[in-house]
């Protein structure tokens, strides 16, 4: 199983948000602000950060194959819509899975009674479900967390102050987080 971004995120803080929120009022340190903002949500947003789900809405594509299973969960939630399903057939040719095939339901893509898997090519991950994920509009408690992460790396703290805050960040994120066993 293989898992793409196609199109990345907006930020989950903008620029001026982020300025308003540090108390900064000039733009001396706007190149710092956009690389810390950068920073704050690349840690726990996607499939690259630590929260294992979309924050922001993005566009993912998902490579794997066929295991003649009903459903396929779709990693990195909450998934809005589903774009495609294609496969190499076993020609070498990509096809197209027609949406009356399949449909969603939360973060799983159902594939309905009687669909007929075809044969796929032996290439690596041969089946890619492209898809939607991220929360519609940024819950606020996310969205205070990204910006305390970038005050915590703006503004210089002792230890325990950097400590204490980053506990506050955990405990606002962790109801978002994909635990697994």
Known sequence: MNIKVITPPAPVVTLPDAKAFLRV????DNTLING???AASKNIDGPFGWLDRAIGTQTLELGY???????????????QSV????YIDSEGVEQTVPEENYFLDGDCLHFV??????SVSAVS???KIRYVAG???VPADVVLAVKLHIKMNFDPLDEPGRA?????IDDLLRSYKKWSL
């Open 25 to 28: 009022d000039f733009d001396d």
């Open 135 to 137: 929360f519609e509009t």
């Open 164 to 168: 204490g805050m980053q506990r506050a």
């Open 65 to 79: 194959t066929w295991y003649s299973c009903r459903y396929v969960e779709l990693p990195f939630g909450p998934v």
């Open 36 to 38: 810390l903002i950068a």
């Open 125 to 127: 991950d041969p089946v």
């Open 83 to 86: 774009e495609s399903v294609k």
């Open 113 to 118: 009674s009687g669909y007929s898997y075809p």
